[in-house]
């Protein structure tokens, strides 16, 4: 749940000017996008979605993702098209904050998804691979393996206030991952963050996919690794194989994984895993006195790696070449 | 903004389906309405708002709410008109809470009105109360006279902490207004409850009321005393004589107020202060650990209350005989 920001009427209405949308109607703030404040906005012209993005995104990011999404709407994949006001611009500053209008994607989010969706998933996200192709802009992924160790000296020593060991796990699967961590897979954009409450669905069918605010250039199998321990483990942690087998074959029916990416499969989901647990840890470290956020608990991840270190190939994961 | 009740896509898809609204397409949680879950529903027959009544709403007491707002949409008042389902119900439960559906509201609230909002909220404040004629239920204001002695009980010392020498003044405060509290003033339904965050605008104009969950039936002038400590004090806790003139005249063209009603106001101004104290006191010293929700400041109505009690006359508020 975000903290939002204040946006006063004079100003919105001023904002508002500049696009092509009629006049206001509605704002009302939602509890969505745990970066940035978002609102459901309804004007003359329709309904919308109103970002204003707050401090841990970086500016000069903008153009990247507010670009990518019109890039991968543009090629037909259901996801927020950002408007452009009458001179060109789909950013603009509203409350003292980087702001967008994007267009309001139907369906639900679903906390605990079903074996059809998360087939429908593994669908979508070798549909944004896809889409994602011929996109001028490059963004590197700055939590991928050389971002890790500087999160980990962040939380120094209080890895073992949240858990006995965890520093040294943590320690010792930076080690493990550096010598391990694949090469030259396949690669473009990819999302980077698609949890649950990125994912809209109407029935089982994937309707919409949202927050490309961490989206980048990497290896495609890295996201897949990232859904895998996003949406096949139980609450209890445990991995429920027909959901990943599922996740799989949604994706290997759109586009054919390689050998190579199957093969690196094990050693990315312990990246991704790892990769969560540090920046939820970091953030576990540093709330605030008096925040409104609630954060998420790194545990989960330091024993969804476990599971992972234990995997021996892709076929744990559900994989079945055929 | 509210703590939000997770709702289950199955649970939402089988309480939908008592009603013709076809099927659902989006639900966003939203930071609107401090004691109950909100939420921004989209379906094929509309927009609409879905609330989830939490603890703090007693549920004998939705009756007398959703029968209240269907009462003042029928006469043309613009507030939330509760849907209702095939059976002819508007109450039913969701996700463990009695819940309802009601119509969307266009409108923006406002954090600080201008004086010609004030004056068309003076006016909408008085249709309110006329249009709550013939409304056959009934509902004691629990937060008046007799409720605030309990309230100033549980805070007990702890108003010290909050305040030096806080408890004493309430004390003097409760004594003072059991003497000089009017009685038989002309009363029927109102709001209670009538802050910036329960009314929209489309420009100047009044657009809609919302949250009715403190409405009850009072002396219709304690609403306008509740209106003036919201509406008509600046962030310094200064009274802006404009505003409180708008207010008032706005009122004053819709329905007249009697002698005795101009001539209580000073005192149902400082009993509406202490009401807020009162309850922001006690909620401010119970706060639970990891609480999501911040609660506002009682000591704002302790300055306020200190304006009040060195008010000599209705004229003080802006009021102009006519």
Redesign the interface.
């Given at each position: 749940?975000a903290v939002?920001t204040?946006v006063?009427?004079e100003e919105?209405r001023a904002f508002l000017a500049r696009f092509d949308l009629g006049?206001?109607?509605?704002?009302?703030?939602?509890?969505?996008g745990v970066e940035n404040s978002n609102y459901?906005l309804?004007t003359e012209g329709g309904?919308f979605i109103l970002t204003l993005y707050e401090k841990r995104v970086r500016e000069g990011d903008l153009p990247f993702f507010l670009g990518l999404m019109e890039h991968l709407a543009s090629r037909g994949l259901r996801c927020p098209l950002p408007v452009r006001d009458r001179s060109g611009e789909a950013l603009g500053r509203l409350a003292g904050r980087p702001a967008a209008i994007c267009t309001?994607?139907?369906?639900?989010a679903?906390?605990?998804p079903n074996a059809a969706k998360c087939r429908s998933l593994g669908a979508a996200l070798a549909r944004l691979h896809g889409a994602g192709e011929g996109f001028a802009l490059r963004r590197e992924n700055a939590l991928s393996l050389s971002g890790w160790p500087p999160l980990a000296e962040a939380a120094g020593e209080g890895a073992d206030r949240v858990a006995p060991g965890l520093r040294g796990r943590i320690a010792a699967e930076l080690d493990a991952l550096a010598s391990l961590w694949p090469r030259d897979l396949p690669d473009g954009v990819i999302h980077a963050d698609l949890f649950t409450d990125n994912v809209?669905?109407?029935g089982d069918e994937v309707s919409g996919l949202i927050d490309f605010y961490f989206a980048c250039n990497d290896a495609f199998a890295y996201d897949l690794a990232i859904c895998l321990n996003a949406w096949c483990f139980e609450p209890n942690m445990e991995f429920n194989l027909t959901k990943g087998r599922a996740l799989l074959a949604g994706y290997g029916g759109v586009r054919r994984l390689e050998p190579a990416e199957v093969a690196a499969l094990p050693v990315l989901a312990r990246g991704a895993a790892l990769r969560f647990m540090l920046t939820r840890l970091v953030d576990w470290l540093n709330v605030p006195p008096?925040a409104?956020?609630?954060p998420k608990d790194p545990l989960e991840y330091d024993r969804k790696l476990a599971f992972h270190r234990r995997v021996s190939g892709a076929a744990e994961y559900g994989w079945e070449a055929r």
């Open positions: 749940m939002y204040e006063a009427d919105l006049a206001v109607l509605s704002l009302k703030g939602i509890a969505e459901v309804r309904t309001f994607l139907e369906g639900l679903v906390r605990r809209f669905f109407l008096g409104l956020v609630r």
